[in-house]
């Protein structure tokens, strides 16, 4: 097989890679609120507005019992005290949770320059919070959810496709059942850093941690 050594490699491709816009928003530390998650909130709905795609989605970091990661994308379904997700506690993602509930979450959102990094603990939500993110869902994502256990590998293609059809079948006809695996978790901030870029090449960073009820606060070198 012959290679066209002219042609660009990766590593060229990425490096012409288009660089997020350069009207982004700014962010000013001394006019950010006590409480980082009125700022989440804010950057939140303005992602929302500005239309960014599927804003909501972040990255969700956990570690095994051996301290091996793991990341993978979930939804955020809302931010009150706390950051809240929603999965099945049999998973892998709820097992790793169960042994070691220290996570991380990360927003990324290109259009507007912007990152949102968090760490803190993950909960399971009250059954009443579970069954009710269970049944928002399309009915179609509950039959997923329920016809096999999440993650586990499909050896027969055929029987996972009538445990689907069983499932949607089951589903359609008690709209109101929810399994008990599945779990609204929220994930009680212990830090929560700003990431903003400038129409410059230099960013802001702005950290909070929490110290009890209250919140410090520290700017970062980018
Ligand atoms: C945009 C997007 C949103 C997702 N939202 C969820 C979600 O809210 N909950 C969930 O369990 N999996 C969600 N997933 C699938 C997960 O990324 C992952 O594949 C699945 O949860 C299995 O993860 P685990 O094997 O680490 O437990 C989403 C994936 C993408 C790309």
Redesign the pocket.
């Known amino acids: 097989m012959s290679t066209d050594e002219s042609a660009p490699t990766l590593r060229d491709r990425l490096r012409e890679a288009k660089a997020p816009h350069p009207d982004v928003p700014a962010l000013d530390p001394d006019v950010a609120p006590a409480d980082p998650r009125e700022l989440v909130r804010e950057w939140l709905i303005e992602a929302v507005e500005a239309g960014v795609p599927?804003p909501q989605?972040m990255t969700l970091a956990t570690v095994d019992a051996s301290g091996a990661p793991?990341s993978?994308?979930?939804?955020l379904k809302d931010v009150d005290d706390d950051f809240w997700?929603?999965?099945?506690s049999l998973?892998?993602?709820?097992r790793q949770i169960e042994v070691e509930p220290r996570v991380a979450l990360s927003f990324f959102w290109s259009e507007r320059g912007r990152q949102i990094r968090v760490t803190g603990r993950a909960v399971p939500g009250s059954r009443e919070a579970s069954r009710a993110d269970f049944t928002s869902r399309h009915p179609q994502s509950r039959a997923v959810a329920v016809a096999l256990p999440?993650?586990s590998v499909i050896a027969d293609p055929e029987e996972a496709r009538r445990a689907l059809d069983d499932a949607r079948s089951r589903i359609d006809a008690d709209q109101d059942s929810a399994p008990d695996d599945w779990t609204a978790y929220r994930v009680e901030p212990a830090s929560i850093e700003f990431w903003q870029a400038t129409s410059g090449r230099d960013q802001v960073r702005l950290r909070y941690d929490r110290e009890g009820d209250s919140w410090t606060r520290a700017s970062l070198w980018p």
């Open positions: 599927q989605a793991a993978r994308v979930v939804l997700f929603a999965s099945s998973s892998p993602k709820g999440q993650s």
